[in-house]
């Protein structure tokens, strides 16, 4: 169920869940910006989006990076420099100053859509 704030927000579609391997992630073009997208396997699955441009590297990678967790974060690290982007707010842990935007996502039949 959608909160209010959430009904605001423009949600476009991106792809099945099924094309996103769990535990990975893909780079989608969401209103003209690359946005990395999460399948994170937590039981059924939740779905993350954050920029694909990781400020550190310059360069468009973060959905290639390794999920994990850091804590009770769910993170990825940069393919690059390793960095750990927060995969729910964008906070870069190593570096604050280097965050990336974060998207709400979800996932409704089957489809998955990101707000922008």
Same mark, same amino acid.
């Given at each position: &169920? &959608?909160?209010?704030?959430? *009904? &605001? /927000?423009?949600? !476009?579609?991106?792809?099945?869940? $099924?094309?996103?391997v769990?535990n *990975?992630? !893909?780079?989608a073009?969401? $209103? #003209? @910006?690359q946005?990395? !997208?999460f399948?994170?396997?937590?039981?059924?699955?939740?779905?993350?989006a954050? $920029?694909?441009?990781?400020?550190?590297?310059?360069?468009?990678?973060?959905?290639?990076?390794?999920? #994990?967790?850091?804590?009770?974060?769910? !993170?990825?690290?940069?393919?690059?420099? @390793?960095?750990?982007f927060? /995969?729910? *707010?964008?906070?870069? /842990?190593?570096?604050?100053?280097?965050?990336?935007?974060?998207?709400?996502?979800?996932?409704?039949? #089957?489809?998955?859509?990101?707000?922008?």
């Open positions: &169920m &959608m909160s209010h704030d959430q *009904t &605001m /927000l423009n949600w !476009v579609p991106v792809c099945a869940l $099924d094309d996103i769990p *990975t992630g !893909v780079c073009l969401v $209103d #003209g @910006k946005v990395a !997208v399948n994170v396997a937590q039981g059924e699955g939740h779905v993350y954050i $920029d694909n441009y990781d400020p550190c590297s310059q360069a468009a990678v973060l959905s290639r990076g390794l999920i #994990g967790s850091l804590g009770e974060r769910v !993170v990825v690290a940069s393919p690059i420099y @390793k960095q750990h927060d /995969l729910r *707010t964008g906070e870069c /842990l190593e570096a604050p100053e280097h965050s990336v935007n974060a998207f709400a996502a979800q996932v409704r039949d #089957g489809q998955v859509w990101v707000a922008v």
